[in-house]
Nanobody, 126 residues
Framework: QVQLVESGGGLVQAGGSLRLSCAAS????????MGWFRQAPGKEREFVAG????????AYADSVKGRFTISRDNAKNTVYLQMNSLKPEDTAGYYC???????????????????WGQGTQVTVSS
């Protein structure tokens, strides 16, 4: 079992930056692929970024490529999402997810992940 706790959300002006963190419990964090998803009101949850257990492979939604960066620190059981050049359309609840499996392919669907955090709100004002 893995418990995930997100932090770092908040209100920011368009063009600004935020860094989200997701702290995971347990001693097997390095065995999990990690992902970030987001959900805006009235919309379905969508994939934002993912990273394999080793950190060697990453994937991003087209809408955030070049602006967001996912990284992980296995020694700290933490995954990060650095968000730059934020836009009002990035406003959403952001959720961290963990998927068991030492694969080299980043899962981009919610079904690829087994555990979810409670989410942190990101609001970008225009």
């Amino acid at each position: 079992q893995v418990q995930l706790v997100e932090s770092g959300g908040g209100l920011v002006q368009a063009g600004g930056s935020l860094r989200l963190s997701c702290a995971a419990s347990g001693r097997t964090f390095s065995s999990y692929a990690m992902g970030w998803f987001r959900q805006a009101p009235g919309k379905e949850r969508e994939f934002v970024a993912g990273i394999t257990w080793s950190g060697r492979n990453t994937a991003y939604a087209d809408s955030v490529k070049g602006r967001f960066t996912i990284s992980r620190d296995n020694a700290k059981n933490t995954v990060y999402l650095q968000m730059n050049s934020l836009k009002p359309e990035d406003t959403a609840g952001y959720y961290c997810a963990a998927g068991l499996g030492r694969t080299t392919v980043v899962g981009t669907s919610a079904g690829s992940y087994d555990y979810w955090g409670q989410g942190t709100q990101v609001t970008v004002s225009s």
